[in-house]
C-alpha cells in the first residue's frame, strides 16, 4: 500500500525552507499584501522570494484577504505556516520547463474580519513600506462607507484609508512614513483610481486636512500592468505532483513561466524593490502606455484575430489552433506583417514581445477555450484590432489581408440564430454549432441582418455601424474594405454549397 505524503507545513519542509520561514518570521512586516489568492502569490509573492533568495530584500508580507469569502484560503494558509508551493511550468523560448519551489516570505497572516485590531496595528509597524493589491477590479472602487473605524469596512480602499489614518496619527504625519500603493487590478490608471478613493472616503469622514495632504503628497500611488497566467491549484495531475514532492500541498500554485510588471514610478525604487537586480521581467517607466498597448495589440490582438476562424475551422483551444501549419502560420504572419509594423514601438523588441506570446499560447499546462476568448468578441475587435486595421491602411493605403480575414470571420461567426432558451448560436464550418455570446442587442441585430440579406449585404450593413466601430467603416482611407470582407464572405459561401 503505498504510502500517502504528509501535508507541507514548518515540520514537513525541508531544511532549507524551514530555515528560510524562521528568517522571515524574525524579520518585520514589510509587505501589506491585500490578497490572499493564486494570482498575488504566483506573481508578487513570488518575486519577493527571488529578490529574499539572493539576499536583495529583508522584510516579511503580512497577507490578509479583502472579503469575508476569502477566509478559507487564509486559513489554509495559517495550517500551512504560510509556506506554500510554487510550480512554474510551460515553454520558455521555445523549451519545455518545470520548476517547484516552496515560497516562505508571509510573516503575518491576519483575518480583517476576525482580527480587525491586528489588521489595523500594521499602520503602527515602522518598517511597512509596500501595499500591494489584488482585489479584482469589482474591489478597486468606490463604496460610500459609514465612519466606523472600530469594525472592519467593507471595501478595499475604505479599509486602506482607515489604515493609512492611524499611521498618519501613531506617527504624528511623519513624511517619512507615508506608503507606496502597488496595485494589480487589471485597470487602467489604477494607482490614481485608488488615490482617488482613498481622498473620496477622506472627504466622507471629514478627516484633517493635514492628513488628506499627507495622503496626497507623502503616500505614492502606483500605476501598474501586471502580466502572468497564473491557473492556480493543478488538479488533474495533483496527486502525480504530490508523489514527486513527497508532501501534500493544498496551496500547490501553478503559473506560466513568463511575468511581466511595468511600473509607473522612478527606477529609485529599486531600493526598496529590487526586481530588476533579481533578474526579473520588471520596469520602472514614466509612462506605461507602450506597454499596455503592446499587450492590447498582439498579446489580446492576436487572441481576437484567431478565435474567430478557429472556431469556425473546428478548433477549440489556442495550442490547437497554434499548432495547425496553416492557421498557426497565419496568426504568426498577420502578427509579423500587419500588427507589428502598425506600432510605434521599436520592431525589435515587438518581435521578442510577440515570441514570448507564441510560447505561452503554446504552453501544454493552460487550455485556452477559444469559446471563452470569443465572448464579446465585437466590442474587442474595435478596441484590440481596429486600431491596427486603420494604422495600416492609412501607412500602406492598401488593405491587410491577415486582418481582413480575422473580421470577415468575426462577421461569419455572428451569423447567429436565437434558440428556444434564449440563448444565440451559430456553426462552424462543418456544421457544429457554437454558443455565442456578446450583447443581446448584438446579437437580435446580427441575426436579423443574415437573416434578410446576402454575405454581401450583411457586410455592408455590418461595416456601416458607426455605433459598433465609432465610424462607418466600408471605406478607409480610399480602400474598398466592403467589398474585400464580401468577396471573403461569398467565397466561404460557395465552399460550402
Request: proline share 5%; aromatic share 8%; with cysteine.
Amino acid at each position: 500500500m503505498r504510502e500517502t505524503p504528509n501535508q507541507l507545513s514548518r515540520l514537513t519542509a525541508d531544511d532549507s525552507s524551514r530555515e528560510r520561514l524562521a528568517t522571515v518570521t524574525s524579520e518585520p512586516v514589510r509587505v501589506l499584501q491585500i490578497g490572499e489568492g493564486n494570482f498575488l502569490r504566483g506573481f508578487a509573492d513570488w518575486m519577493i522570494q527571488q529578490c529574499r533568495t539572493q539576499g536583495l530584500f529583508q522584510g516579511g508580507v503580512a497577507v490578509t484577504q479583502p472579503r469575508p469569502s476569502g477566509a478559507k484560503k487564509l486559513a489554509e494558509l495559517k495550517q500551512q505556516d504560510g509556506l506554500y508551493t510554487q510550480l512554474i511550468r510551460g515553454l520558455k523560448n521555445g523549451q519545455p520547463i518545470e520548476e517547484t519551489e516552496v515560497i516562505a516570505v508571509f510573516n503575518a497572516i491576519i483575518d480583517p474580519y476576525l482580527e480587525w485590531d491586528r489588521y489595523m496595528a500594521l499602520a503602527d509597524e515602522p518598517e511597512l513600506q509596500v501595499v500591494v493589491s489584488n482585489t479584482t477590479e469589482a474591489g478597486l472602487r468606490y463604496i460610500e462607507t459609514a465612519w466606523t473605524p472600530q469594525q472592519p469596512a467593507e471595501s478595499f480602499p475604505a479599509k486602506l484609508t482607515l489604515l493609512l489614518y492611524r499611521r498618519f496619527e501613531t506617527f504624528g504625519g511623519d513624511t517619512s512614513r507615508g506608503l507606496i500603493m502597488l496595485p494589480c487590478e487589471l485597470l487602467e490608471r489604477n494607482g490614481d483610481t485608488l488615490k482617488e478613493c482613498v481622498l473620496q472616503h477622506a472627504n466622507d469622514w471629514s478627516l484633517p486636512e493635514t492628513f488628506k495632504q499627507w495622503v496626497a503628497s507623502h503616500n505614492r500611488f502606483l500605476n501598474s500592468l501586471v502580466d502572468r497566467i497564473v491557473t492556480g491549484y493543478p488538479a488533474d495531475d495533483a496527486e502525480a505532483l504530490f508523489d514527486k514532492l513527497q508532501y501534500r500541498d493544498a496551496l500547490l500554485n501553478a503559473a506560466e513561466p513568463y511575468h511581466f510588471w511595468a511600473i509607473e514610478a522612478e527606477p529609485e525604487l529599486e531600493r526598496v524593490l529590487p526586481f530588476v537586480k533579481a533578474g526579473l521581467n520588471v520596469v520602472w517607466t514614466d509612462d506605461l502606455k507602450p506597454y499596455q498597448l503592446r499587450k492590447v495589440r498582439i498579446l489580446n490582438g492576436a487572441h481576437t484575430l484567431m478565435t474567430p476562424i478557429g472556431l469556425l475551422s473546428g478548433a477549440e483551444h489556442v495550442r490547437g489552433l497554434m499548432e495547425d501549419p496553416s492557421l498557426g502560420q497565419w496568426v504568426r504572419s498577420t502578427v509579423a506583417n500587419e500588427i507589428i509594423p502598425s506600432v510605434s514601438i521599436d520592431e525589435t523588441s515587438l518581435t521578442a514581445y510577440a515570441n514570448d506570446v507564441y510560447d505561452r499560447y503554446l504552453n501544454p499546462f493552460i487550455r485556452h477555450r477559444l469559446l471563452d476568448i470569443a465572448m464579446n468578441s465585437m466590442s474587442k475587435f474595435k478596441a484590440r484590432l481596429l486600431p491596427t486595421l486603420i494604422a495600416y491602411m492609412e501607412s500602406n493605403q492598401s488593405l491587410p489581408e491577415g486582418l481582413i480575414r480575422g473580421l470577415a470571420a468575426l462577421i461569419r461567426l455572428y451569423r447567429v440564430e436565437q434558440q428556444a432558451d434564449g440563448s444565440y448560436s451559430s456553426t462552424a464550418f462543418d456544421g457544429k454549432p457554437l454558443l455565442i455570446r456578446d450583447d443581446v442587442s448584438v446579437l437580435e441585430e446580427m441575426a436579423a441582418a443574415w437573416s434578410s440579406g446576402s454575405s454581401a449585404a450583411v457586410a455592408d450593413q455590418v461595416l456601416s455601424r458607426t455605433d459598433w466601430w465609432g465610424q462607418d467603416i466600408r471605406t478607409l482611407s480610399g480602400c474598398d474594405l466592403g467589398s474585400a470582407i464580401s468577396e471573403i464572405l461569398e467565397q466561404w459561401e460557395d465552399e460550402r454549397r
